[in-house]
């Protein structure tokens, strides 16, 4: 494989991939979603939740929502509710938070966030919360940021914040931020651009942002910038489309992201575009897959993409959908 399809540099010329194709990647999560019977299919089938919301948000902000049936993956995701309040990955997986906040951003592309009862919703996501303020992600009693931001983005989106400790919940994630400004999963963890986002979402959720270094952190996050124009979550890693957000989307809350090379960052995601079948990769000419097409598809959208709708950096929802949200609940 040629070098700069690896490390180096991104061409000028994408030919066919210099645009966004739309109506390639909208065809190929049809085609995804569709497929309920594949190999693929089965061995996914455990977060199965958290693809139907990559694949639905990626529609949405490519204005292609309504070529699936929308009744119908409501009615499923529905089905997916434990009695506990959270939801698993499918019907026959165990309650977790973070397909839990799947299904709430399901729910909330379509308006139906009134159909749950956000009480004993929140009431899950409560019971996870621990005495230090961090929280597991089920009762198996793991403890990361990621399930830190999706406590508060879950309790935030039913107008139920004051159902957990929202300060310890802060005090925790400040604990878990390191020397060069980024956060780990865990205290003492290295810093990585995944819990970066996390960490500075779930800080803003929380009207926190002052424990964030706004200048150190943000360099270290356009330090993640490589000679090809994608990003990566960690020093000598190589780039990767998912980072594309991971890093943009914090540059984007703390007022940075003017800070790294929009133009050759829109040219490494681009690049990674299956110009035949649909669908975007982490490198160019990798494999394709639901959860590279939405973040890439994301990071464009945060970075203005024409045609694209704008998305929220803190919840990862449409910025048409959080304001429909906040409507709801101003009433």
């Known amino acids: 494989m040629d070098g700069n399809v690896r490390g180096h540099t991104t061409p000028q010329d994408l030919g066919a ?30 977060f199965r939740l958290s693809g139907v919301y990559w694949g639905l948000t990626a529609l949405y902000l490519m204005g292609k ?33 973070l397909y839990t906040l799947s299904a709430l951003q399901v729910l909330a592309l379509y308006d139906k966030l009134h159909l749950v009862n956000a009480d004993q919703i929140a009431s899950y996501v409560q019971s996870l919360q621990q005495a230090d303020g961090s929280f597991t992600g089920d009762e198996s009693g793991e403890i990361d940021t990621r399930f830190s931001y999706v406590a508060l983005n879950c309790c935030s989106l039913l107008n139920r914040m004051d159902a957990i400790n929202v300060p310890e919940a802060v005090k925790f994630l400040v604990t878990c931020r390191n020397f060069d400004g980024g956060f780990g999963c865990r205290p003492g963890n290295e810093s990585h651009a995944g819990q970066v986002f996390t960490g500075v979402a779930a800080l803003a959720i929380a009207d926190s942002l002052q424990h964030v270094d706004r200048d150190l952190l943000c360099w270290w996050l356009s330090e993640r910038q490589t000679p090809s124009g994608g990003l990566c979550g960690r020093p000598e890693k190589l780039q990767d489309v998912c980072y594309s957000w991971w890093c943009l989307s914090a540059l984007c809350i703390l007022d940075r992201l003017h800070w790294i090379d929009k133009g050759a960052l829109t040219q490494f995601i681009l690049f990674c575009q299956d110009e035949e079948n649909g669908g975007i990769s982490d490198r160019p000419e990798d494999m394709v897959d639901a959860f590279h097409t939405f973040f890439g598809i994301a990071a464009l959208s945060l970075m203005g993409y024409k045609g694209l709708e704008p998305i929220d950096p803190v919840y990862a929802l449409p910025v048409k959908v959080m304001q429909q949200i906040r409507r709801h609940q101003e009433k």
Not at 80 to 92: A, E, L, P
């Open 65 to 97: 929502l309504d070529i699936v049936d929308g009744a119908a993956i409501v009615e499923w995701v529905l089905k997916c509710q434990h009695s506990s309040g959270g939801f698993g990955g499918s019907k026959r997986h165990d309650a977790h938070l």
């Open 17 to 46: 991939r210099a645009q966004l194709l739309v109506e390639k990647h909208a065809a190929y999560i049809k085609k995804v979603a569709d497929a309920k019977d594949t190999l693929e299919a089965h061995v996914t089938e455990h």
